[in-house]
């Protein structure tokens, strides 16, 4: 492994956060969140949340913070961490073990590093820009053979849109017709189904419903990888305005280069 600037203080903060949720699965009340119906908050967020911002703060108290939970913390610094104590709450609410862990850092609003770790899996993904991606200390890469037909893809969605039923609808035609290419659509609504990206297993994920917390650190794992990772239509992920409009929508494509190509001529072809 390169040296990394960042990978001891990644690495211990994801096994402590990963020991507090180990401690409290299967045994947290859980609540929807006022603030979107799609959303489970758990008492294990806001403890693991919390962990990890006073790490940040203990260990980095010049960098600016956008955690799920605790809001925005801007110091106006060049850098950001950008934490999602547990992606998938909803699974970890019923004691479905497809979740993870997540914290990212922004460099002048580009992905500079991040860490993810599956607790239940004990898998630890480690990143740096220039450095590569380690999966438990061993470089981990992106599939670059398999073409769509061959691969796994996950799909993560649709959620529910009462106010607009048509945008669930609409996704629905992109699920069946990417299904109608690939070998197997997967979806557990969590950054496990990027991790599988990340060490060969899957070839693509795609979602159109996320916030900045849900990609950052998988980002930078992902193109470290060999991956590509864009926005749902194959452009440039833009973090610009995370720290005044943390709770803006983000979509993402990332697959190895070979699906993403592929996966971009699906999408651009329903209209």
């Not at 979107?36 to 949340?49: K, M, R, S, V, Y």
């Not at 993810?116 to 898998?123: E, G, K, Q, S």
Request: hydrophobic letters at 35%; aromatic letters at 10%.
């Amino acid at each position: 492994m390169k040296k990394m600037i960042y990978q001891k203080f990644l690495s211990q903060t994801l096994k402590h956060g990963a020991k507090i949720a180990i401690e409290m699965f299967g045994k947290t009340s859980s609540k929807i969140k006022d603030s979107d119906p799609n959303q489970i908050l758990t008492e294990a967020d806001l403890a693991i949340g919390k962990f990890i911002v006073n790490e940040v703060k203990k260990n980095y108290p010049s960098y600016n913070i956008i955690d799920e939970e605790a809001g925005v913390v801007d110091k106006k610094s060049l850098y950001t961490w950008v934490i999602d104590p547990i992606d998938g709450t909803a699974n970890f609410a019923v004691g479905v073990p497809t979740y993870g862990i997540m914290i990212g850092l922004l460099k002048d609003h580009h992905p500079f590093a991040g860490g993810v770790v599956l607790p239940y899996f004990n898998m630890i993904y480690i990143a740096e820009k220039e450095k590569g991606t380690f999966l438990n200390g061993k470089k981990s890469v992106v599939d670059r053979e398999r073409s769509l037909n061959e691969s796994l893809v996950a799909y993560q969605g649709p959620d529910k849109n009462p106010s607009d039923p048509e945008i669930t609808r609409k996704e629905g035609v992109y699920i069946s017709s990417i299904a109608a290419r690939c070998l197997l659509v997967r979806n557990s609504g969590s950054v496990f189904d990027t991790a599988m990206l990340a060490k060969s297993g899957y070839s693509g994920v795609l979602s159109q419903n996320c916030k900045i917390w849900d990609n950052v650190a998988q980002h930078v794992i992902v193109e470290e990888a060999g991956g590509i990772y864009t926005d749902f239509f194959g452009k440039t992920m833009d973090y610009s305005t995370g720290l005044t409009m943390p709770d803006l929508n983000y979509t993402y494509c990332a697959a190895s280069p070979k699906v993403h190509k592929q996966l971009q001529e699906i999408i651009h072809s329903i209209k």
